[in-house]
């Protein structure tokens, strides 16, 4: 959390002042749209607290956010914050329109909303809690504009990293499609098998989550799981030797098993494991260790992650407040088995596109380190 000693050596110009003092909630009073209600195609985006850009589309003039563009969201569940600078209307559940109190620059305020450290181990709670519990720099309104102007020229290179991501892993969708046809309709007819017949074991990690230590071998829960794979060393976390081996007993992941997110925000979300070593994991995460003379890791990950079968997957989860996949739901999932020849050919072009991709990640990860270095010089007014 941001604390008034971090921004002693402030130019003296500059002012600091509690979050509450600074910004506003404004989400009041604005039409709030369930993500159940949005299409995939209308007039206005529906911008909720999800990852993604937009949750759907609605035609409803009369359900625009009131607030004057651009417009910072914050959500109040997941800590994604965005600065929308077109007509949209709010999504549901979760979502906080914020709006300066003071003169602000609203580009200014996004960049320094996503420096705040919220806490990691809140789970779904909400957050805005915490993000009042903040102070906020506010430099003269010339200065933030010239800073804002700054960290954007520096996001914009973040953002052609992640957008040759995104089109790597369009290309790979479209490759799928047109090899297999449409994961729900199966248009090309291939014989269709329940999951856990595919798979020679399909389990989940530890129900007792073991205690945390500063070093000994690598523990993951779906945290760490992206689309492109593990992310061990962003937030690593270790647990002893005898924890591990009690948990590796019963759940043991290997190279090129398939990891598949059963629990939270995530749900659905599958990767395949790179690695060759050790690791436990929680049990939000499922082990999935397919028959590889059926079914390969590439064509399974990429049948899980479409958005037409996770979208069909999904809609079996169940739980009210916290919903998740079980495993014997994962193993009644409904598959099409393409010929293992055709699998193998997808198979080349996918690792083809990952080689290239992991070159993509790594300059990300340079561009990300940099923006986050500058933006910290920027709001403690070392710029």
Not at 60 to 88: M, Q, R
Not at 202 to 214: C, K, L, N, R, V
Not at 272 to 285: G, Q
Request: aromatic share 10%; with cysteine.
């Amino acid at each position: 959390m941001s604390d008034l000693t971090q921004f002693k050596n402030l130019p003296k110009e500059w002012n600091v002042l509690p979050f509450l003092d600074a910004v506003k909630d404004v989400t009041g009073g604005n039409t709030k749209i369930k993500q159940s209600d949005a299409r995939e195609i209308g007039t206005y985006p529906v911008i909720d607290q999800g990852q993604q850009t937009c949750c759907g589309y609605v035609d409803d003039d009369n359900a625009l956010c009131k607030e004057e563009l651009p417009t910072v969201l914050f959500g109040d569940h997941t800590k994604i914050i965005k600065l929308i600078d077109y007509p949209f209307v709010l999504g549901a559940d979760g979502v906080k329109v914020l709006s300066p109190k003071i003169p602000m620059d609203k580009k200014f305020l996004f960049y320094f909303l996503n420096t705040i450290k919220l806490p990691d181990n809140a789970g779904y709670s909400r957050h805005y809690k915490f993000l009042k519990e903040a102070v906020v720099p506010v430099p003269p309104l010339a200065e933030q504009k010239r800073i804002a102007a700054i960290l954007d020229k520096a996001d914009s290179l973040r953002r052609k990293n992640q957008q040759a991501i995104q089109l790597a892993d369009q290309f790979l969708r479209a490759v799928f499609l047109d090899m297999f046809g449409d994961p729900v309709t199966n248009p090309k007819e291939w014989k269709v098998s329940e999951l856990g017949k595919l798979c020679k074991k399909i389990t989940d990690g530890t129900h007792h989550s073991p205690m945390i230590t500063e070093t000994g071998i690598p523990y993951i829960t779906a945290k760490h799981l992206k689309k492109s794979g593990l992310e061990f060393y962003k937030a690593p976390w270790y647990i002893s030797p005898d924890s591990h081996k009690t948990i590796y007993a019963r759940c043991k992941p290997e190279k090129y098993d398939v990891l598949y997110i059963k629990d939270g925000a995530t749900t659905g979300l599958a990767a395949i494991n790179e690695y060759d070593f050790e690791f436990s994991m929680l049990s939000s995460l499922a082990l999935l260790k397919p028959n590889r003379d059926l079914l390969l890791p590439e064509f399974l990950t990429m049948f899980l992650n479409h958005p037409r079968s996770k979208s069909m997957i999904i809609a079996n989860m169940s739980g009210a407040a916290i919903t998740r996949l079980t495993l014997a739901k994962i193993k009644d999932i409904q598959i099409p088995i393409p010929p293992i020849t055709m699998q193998k050919k997808f198979s080349l072009i996918y690792w083809n596109v990952r080689a290239t991709l992991e070159k993509t990640c790594s300059c990300t990860i340079f561009s990300d380190n940099e923006f986050n270095s500058l933006s910290q010089k920027a709001f403690a007014g070392e710029l």
